[in-house]
């Protein structure tokens, strides 16, 4: 079992300052991590806040300079100078604590750069490769803190459940997205199929599309499956908030799979009403798993 920390009290309010931007943007991820031990909880919602300011200076702000500076305060921190900012502060904190690693904040930095000048992915590894660089780099960022000692098979599962919660979310807002000039469904893969850009803004998908959509759906199901099978192999007090990760973004896209008709009419989204039962279901399953290995 890994070690817990506590945070200082000087950086409690940095906490705080991180812990406020993962709750007004992202209530399934900060439901499913903060059922982490404190210490490791903040960690997770300075790592949060990182990509968080990352992705909105394009996709919110749509300021390339943000991304710069961010960028430039990152360069910084891994020479060893802290901005005195929360996050960096926070991020200091966690990175000496736990032990984080860099490549992957770089990593993603890269990702969010693609999207200055986006342009729509050609086959299914670019886009396979694209969720890795700004979601696959977040499995990597936590994984410290979710596993100890890190194995290679950890970072796999770590990138599996990066890629497969942004492919959701690629799936989920294909119509939104298509109003913003972004096409995330390769260009090969459309021409293929037969499956014509301006589909995408219809309220009701083509026989093509939906095939399409479930394809890739079915792909990241699989890549939940993998880490959900292989759950035991991370620490005690990880499993919970990892499941959960798990069960609330791969609900998403079953409601997908069980009603295709609607992916583009709107946004599918998991009431709180079965967020609540997905909590009782992972709270069982974690305690199943541990009841087996010490019977």
């Known amino acids: 079992m890994m070690a817990e920390a506590h945070v200082p009290a000087e950086l409690l309010p940095d906490v705080a300052w991180c812990e406020a931007i993962i709750r007004r943007h992202s209530g399934s991820f900060y439901r499913s991590f903060k059922h982490l031990p404190p210490g490791r909880a903040a960690a997770v919602f300075a790592v949060y806040a990182f990509c968080r300011l990352a992705d909105d200076s394009i996709d919110v702000d749509h300021d390339p300079a943000q991304l710069d500076r961010l960028a430039t305060q990152l360069q910084e921190f891994a020479a060893g100078k802290t901005p005195d900012e929360p996050l960096w502060r926070l991020l200091r904190w966690a990175f000496t604590t736990y032990g984080l690693e860099l490549e992957p904040f770089f990593e993603m930095i890269e990702g969010q750069r693609q999207d200055i000048t986006f342009a729509q992915p050609e086959t299914n590894q670019d886009l396979w490769d694209y969720c890795y660089l700004v979601a696959g780099t977040v499995g990597l960022m936590i994984l410290p803190l979710l596993a100890h000692p890190i194995t290679t098979s950890h970072r796999q599962l770590a990138i599996d459940?990066?890629?497969?919660?942004?492919?959701?979310?690629?799936?989920?807002?294909?119509?939104?997205?298509?109003?913003?000039?972004?096409?995330?469904?390769?260009?090969?893969?459309?021409?293929?199929r037969g499956i014509q850009l301006d589909d995408l803004g219809?309220?009701?998908?083509?026989?093509?599309?939906?095939?399409?959509?479930?394809?890739?759906?079915?792909?990241?199901?699989?890549?939940?499956?993998g880490v959900r099978r292989n759950l035991v192999s991370f620490d005690t007090k990880a499993r919970l908030p990892v499941l959960l990760a798990l069960l609330y973004y791969s609900h998403i896209t079953l409601l997908g799979i069980k009603n295709p008709d609607v992916i583009l009419a709107r946004r599918l989204v998991v009431p709180d009403s079965v967020k609540y039962w997905l909590y009782l279901k992972a709270r069982w399953h974690v305690w199943t798993l541990r009841i087996r290995r010490e019977v």
């Open 202 to 225: 219809r309220e009701n998908p083509t026989p093509a599309l939906k095939s399409y959509w479930l394809e890739l759906a079915r792909d990241a199901l699989q890549r939940y499956e």
């Open 161 to 192: 459940l990066g890629q497969a919660m942004q492919m959701t979310n690629i799936l989920r807002d294909l119509s939104a997205d298509y109003r913003q000039g972004r096409i995330y469904l390769p260009a090969r893969e459309l021409a293929k």
